[in-house]
């Protein structure tokens, strides 16, 4: 799967438990509604969702040399519905990893 931020993707390594969040429409890097006022700036909106908790992280694949769209792939074990899940998320919203 793809994550947004590179730079977050090279702080993990192949054994560690991850959140994967997913953040609709958040490519501006803004969002506004409830939760957000004038003066407050959130990267991930109201509508950020957690999508799996705990992952377990099997690899982290080195970047493909030349390309630079801004984000990284990695390799989680996780369940087949999980995977699912996922991918939905990933195909419409921007992916980020927290450390479990």
């Given at each position: 799967m793809r994550i947004a931020d590179a730079e977050t993707v090279r702080l993990l390594e192949p054994g560690d438990r991850v959140d994967v969040i997913a953040a609709p429409g958040a490519s501006s890097g803004e969002a506004s509604g409830p939760g957000t006022g004038p003066g407050?700036?959130?990267r991930?909106?109201?509508d950020?969702?957690?999508v799996v908790t705990g992952a377990r992280v099997v690899e982290v694949p080195r970047a493909a040399e030349g390309f630079q769209d801004g984000g990284a792939l990695i390799v989680l074990?996780?369940?087949r519905p999980v995977a699912t899940a996922l991918a939905g998320a990933g195909a419409?919203?921007?992916l980020a990893v927290t450390l479990c």
């Open positions: 407050v700036r959130s991930t909106g109201p950020a969702r957690i074990a996780v369940p419409t919203s921007r």
